[in-house]
């Protein structure tokens, strides 16, 4: 009983809240060849292991340490859920993101840097020559990896509609960008389910070129 308590949890604070935002990683994971992924701050947001096979989430919450201590029932959901052949490897970490992590640097393909804070800049010797970030740009996250002249903008992923589209061929500086995509913001609305999300935010995908 607690195990389904345990995901009932996750289904209401992402599924029935329309938060969990799968079309974004499904077509992340359609437009680049990712299969490792990083998410700290995750919450206990496991979608993205619905479509990536790899994942290790990282948060210092008693909340989230308290959910993915119930490992067995997830990867059973996860495997019952998954877009992908292989069994799910799911690897929890409870700790501070911005300290040291027991994990190999430039070892993950995707690195997930959404609402929590300093995620790039602890978080980015994780990933690979060639890998991937993925932000919101919550904390300016974009703005200040892209100070950096080993990472570039690659990508923009926003909802067009009922799907989330990828844009590649990108004009204009980041500054111009910033302004095009300011004004997206997430925000709720009433439906006759109750409360749902909306989102409206632009997620940058930045490029390690390293």
Known sequence: MNNDRNIDRYKRFYLDMNFDRAGLFEVLKKEYTCNTVLYPGCSIHITPSFYFQHVVYVD???????FFDDIHSILDYIN????????AYVQFIHGDYTK???IKGENYDLLIALYAGEITLSCKKYV????IILTNNHQKDAEKLLEDASITLDGLIYKKGKKYVIERDIKGDFKDILKRYSKKKK????????????????YFVLKNNR
């Open 60 to 66: 210092i919450s008693q909340d989230a340490k308290k």
């Open 80 to 87: 019952s859920n998954k877009k992908y052949k292989q069994s």
């Open 100 to 102: 040291p992590l027991p």
């Open 128 to 131: 690979k020559p060639g890998g």
């Open 187 to 202: 925000g709720m609305r009433n439906t006759n389910k109750g409360l749902e999300y909306v989102d409206n935010q632009c």
